[in-house]
């Protein structure tokens, strides 16, 4: 709880320094700045994003490794055909590189991960200040991790595929003269196969003995806790659309035979650009 409340203290005072910077420059006043997309429109957010990652793998140390941070975050929402099972398409990827101490044991390790979701989503609220979405989501993540402390594997790969629930919302407002909107999207996998290798085997015995089946664990939210959560806002600039964001996600198990937490806090700077409309409103 107190990496939480850190991590929303600053995002709220990044929040207050671009809207500080924001409101001097000419905004496009009296228009949405987030509808969502209309059939056979995209709307694309690729953002920068920077923040801190806290990793807890018992079998390398029983305290915690911290470091910082960095990569890229691509959102996007698609519009379906109307009258059709679902009306929205929402998509994330990132990819993270992360470098981090033991402020006890002195060790390092590193971590590049990344994660794909496509979510397939209909309105459960439709107005015309707020948007509510949900459905069904398939999802992808993996991650290699070098450490300093296991000679047995220095370079481990954990990932997992599977579906899960996608939910997302829109809400449109009007504060400081200016149209806005706020955003918070969360994806849950609920159940799928998870690649856990137990760190005292060595990769190689894979390949000389096939022995793969007990690193192949079916995961639920029981055995495999995981999330990715976005927050963001919407401001107008001239006739962009910048989006500073903040994106917390996470993953804690125990199918490697060891307690294995990695938890990522990202601040997120991007702009978001609109398909095959020639306008923001139509």
């Known amino acids: ?26 905004a496009l006043a009296q228009r949405n700045v987030f509808n969502m997309p209309q059939y056979m429109e995209t709307i694309r957010v690729n953002s920068f994003k920077v923040g801190t990652t806290k990793t807890h793998d018992k079998y390398l140390s029983q305290s915690p490794y911290m470091g910082t941070s960095f990569g890229f975050e691509y959102d996007g929402w698609t519009g379906y055909e109307p009258y059709k099972l679902f009306s929205q398409g929402r998509n994330h990827s990132d990819l993270c590189f992360s470098v981090m101490k033991n402020p006890r044991s002195g060790g390092r390790t590193m971590i590049l991960s990344s994660r794909e979701y496509a979510g397939f989503m209909w309105h459960a609220l439709k107005y015309s200040k707020y948007d509510l979405l949900a459905g069904p989501a398939a ?3 993996f991650g290699f991790l070098y450490n300093q402390q296991n000679s047995n594997n220095p370079f481990n790969i954990e990932g997992y595929i599977g579906g899960g629930i996608c939910v997302d919302n829109t809400l449109r407002f009007r504060d400081f003269g200016y149209d806005m909107a706020f955003q918070a999207t969360l994806y849950v996998p609920l159940a799928g196969l998870s690649f856990a290798p137990d760190y005292d085997e060595p990769y190689y015995y894979f390949y000389r003995y096939g022995d793969y ?70």
């Not at 990044?14 to 000419?26: G, I, K, N, R």
């Not at 927050?231 to 804690?252: C, H, N, W, Y």
Request: aromatic share 12%; glycine share 6%.
């Open 1 to 26: 709880m107190t990496d939480s409340s850190r991590c929303s203290r600053r995002f709220a005072s990044v929040l207050l320094a671009v809207l500080a910077v924001s409101f001097p420059l000419q």
């Open 139 to 141: 999802m992808c993540e």
């Open 213 to 282: 089946g007990k690193n192949i664990h079916f995961i639920s939210p029981f055995n495999n806790v995981a999330f990715t959560q976005q927050v963001a806002l919407i401001l107008p600039i001239k006739e962009s659309r910048l989006r500073v964001g903040f994106t917390i996600d996470g993953i804690r198990n125990y199918l490697g035979g060891q307690l294995h937490m990695v938890v990522n806090s990202m601040f997120t700077v991007g702009f978001a650009t609109r398909f095959q409309s020639k306008k923001w409103d139509r």
